[in-house]
Nanobody
Framework: QVQLSESGGGSVQAGGSLNLSCAAS????????MGWFRQVPGKERERVAIIGRIIFPTYADSVEGRFTISTDDAKNILYLQMNTLKSEDTAMYYCAQWSGLYCGGAPLYWGQGIQVTVSS
């Protein structure tokens, strides 16, 4: 079993920055595809960014150039550095891990989510 725990969310003004962290534990393999998703009430969950040992960092068009996904392999931590935040970035953010190296299908493991609120 894999446990994922997000931290670093909160409230920020538009134009500001936040750095989300996701600590992976249990049977986690940091080499596997990992990613960040976000969801606003009433809308579908959106994939924000993914990364893995064989996966080049890939971003949704809406965050390209503003967000950076990375990992600390030694600490089993996934990060999402979010810069130049906009009000439309307001959402619940979720860390996720697939069961293998590829990002096909849906992730198998999810964190509990953390709120990010951007005020304009």
């Amino acid at each position: 079993q894999v446990q994922l725990s997000e931290s670093g969310g909160g409230s920020v003004q538009a134009g500001g920055s936040l750095n989300l962290s996701c600590a992976a534990s249990g049977a986690s393999n940091i080499d596997n595809c990992m990613g960040w998703f976000r969801q606003v009430p009433g809308k579908e969950r959106e994939r924000v960014a993914i990364i893995g040992r064989i996966i080049f960092p890939t971003y949704a068009d809406s965050v390209e150039g503003r967000f950076t996904i990375s990992t600390d392999d030694a600490k089993n931590i996934l990060y999402l550095q979010m810069n130049t935040l906009k009000s439309e970035d307001t959402a619940m953010y979720y860390c996720a891990q697939w069961s293998g190296l590829y990002c096909g299908g849906a992730p198998l493991y999810w964190g509990q989510g953390i709120q990010v609120t951007v005020s304009s």
